[in-house]
Structures are given as C-alpha cells and as structure tokens.
C-alpha cells in the first residue's frame, strides 16, 4: 500500500478540494500531478546508514570475517537505492569491494584486482543460457580454490534482474570467469520491493547463502541477522512505527557489537 493514495472521491460530480483537478476522461476530480519522487524522498534520513532515523540501522551494525571475499558490481541505477541490499555487505565484511558498472568503462581496481593471482574470482550468476554451459561450475570449486590457498572471491551484479543479465553480457573482461549460479531453496525475506518470485533472493540474501554454503558460517548468520535488522527497521519507518523492543536479531547483533568491543579494551 503506498503512502500516497488518497481517496478518489466515487461521485464526478462532486466539488473538487482546493488545487484539485479533473480528470479529462472521466470528468472525476483528482489530486495535482506531482514532480515524481522516489518514494520516500523527503524521509529524514542517518547519514550513516539511510535509513528513516525513526529506525537507524547503525546500533546494529556488526563486523565478521570471511574466508571469500566479495566484490559487488552495481548498475548506477541501483547505487542509491535505499533499499539496496548490497551495500549491506560491505558494511559487514571490510573485505568488500565496490565497483559501478558502466558498460563502455570497466573499472581499472576491478580490472587490476581480476588479473591479481591471490584470488579465485567466481561470478555468480544463473545456469539458464546454454552460451555459456561450459564455464558452470558449482559451489565445490569454492572449497577446492580454497584448499589450493587461493581467496576465492564472490563477483555478484547488483542490480534487476535485467540489469544484471545485461552486466554479464556487456562486460568483457568477465567472459573468461567460472559462473557459479547459487542453488538454493530459501525463499526471499526482503520485503522492501516486490520481488517477482519468492525464490528470488535480494542482494544481501545471496551473499549470506554464499557464505554459508562455501563454510563461512558466521560472517552468514551475522550478515542474515545484519539484512533482517535492516528489512525490519525500514519496513516499520514506512509504517511509522518506532521500533522499541529489539527483535532477536537486532538482539544477536548487539551482543556481537559488545564483545567485539571487550576485545578491544583487552
Ligand atoms: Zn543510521
């Protein structure tokens, strides 16, 4: 439900509100045509995490450490979403690496860091095109880059589903990388945008199953507690409704917060 509707009077023939206008087909008043804005635009939001401050995400914002690292390739359509998840990554896992995407410019780090021999890098991406079956490889080469001392590395495209399918056709320098599509049977929690299918996993959701399905368990449950802190606090701002009571999460992640501060008194 959107926080705009406003109620259309049933009757074209009543009075129309101030500054209201009529519809030239229909005859019926309606509401002024407004400059679009991005939903929520004019929210007050942290500087830290953009959230509405009604719920920041900041208290919660614990670190873990991974074995794989990641480096997200963003559309520049999807880099100042608030909703996008996958900023979510890099706030967990200081290893992260964030690159925009623009199809005639690939970014010489990405470039550098792709032809760097301590890593193993792996685009995720789905098996569903025959083009490229060859390059398809599943999670065990994860673990075998691993036991062959090499950092394996999670190249994930950040964007719609189109956006990521045109990402992976437009980019070049990633034809020659093994594709590992993610195999899982998790059904998306992200209720932020509609997704098309409940198997359709948002960017923080695929980066934890990674994790947990490649042996980095923690830094998983800790990112998957870091989304639904994320996913519950920005959902109530648009309800306006103040968290006041942690939720398990939120309550797991304080606790991490803690003790990693104890550890640095030590
Ligand atoms: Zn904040």
């Known amino acids: 439900m959107s926080d705009y509707d406003l109620t259309m009077p049933a009757d074209a023939g009543v ?6 206008e009529r519809d030239p087909a229909s005859g ?13 635009s004019f929210v007050v939001r942290c500087e830290g995490c953009r959230l509405p401050t009604l719920n920041c995400l900041c208290p919660y914002k614990a670190t873990a450490e991974s ?3 990641f480096w997200l390739l963003t559309h ?3 880099h100042n979403k608030p909703t996008n998840t996958g900023r979510l990554i890099g706030d967990i896992l200081a290893t992260t690496e964030l690159f925009t995407w623009y199809r005639t410019a690939p970014d010489e780090r990405l470039l550098a860091l792709l032809e760097d021999a301590r890593y193993a890098p792996f685009i995720v991406f789905p098996d569903d095109q025959p083009d490229y079956a060859e390059r398809v490889v599943e999670v065990d080469a994860v673990h075998a880059a691993k036991g062959d001392g090499f950092i394996p590395v999670f190249i994930i ?13 437009k980019s070049p320098y990633l034809e020659r990388l093994p594709v590992l599509p993610l195999r899982s049977a998790r059904l998306t ?3 932020l945008r509609k997704p098309a299918s409940a198997a ?3 960017t923080a959701e695929v980066a934890a199953e990674l994790l947990r399905q490649s042996g980095d368990k923690t830094a998983a449950a800790t990112l998957d507690d870091y989304f639904d802190a994320f996913n519950d606090s ?7 409704h103040k968290i006041e009571e942690p939720t398990p999460a939120m309550r797991r992640l304080l606790e991490k917060r803690r003790v990693a501060s104890w550890k640095l008194q030590d």
Not at 15 to 20: E, S
Not at 28 to 39: E, I, N, T, V
Not at 157 to 169: E, K, N, S, V
Not at 234 to 240: F, K
């Open 15 to 20: 009075i129309a509100p101030d500054g209201w």
């Open 28 to 40: 019926r008043p309606r509401p002024p045509r407004r400059p679009f804005k991005a939903r929520g």
């Open 67 to 69: 074995q794989a690292h």
């Open 189 to 191: 929690r992200y209720h």
């Open 76 to 78: 520049p359509l999807e």
């Open 234 to 240: 920005y959902a109530a701002s648009r309800r306006h």
């Open 200 to 202: 359709h996993l948002c």
């Open 157 to 169: 495209l950040d964007g719609t589903w189109r956006q990521a399918r045109r990402m992976f056709r």
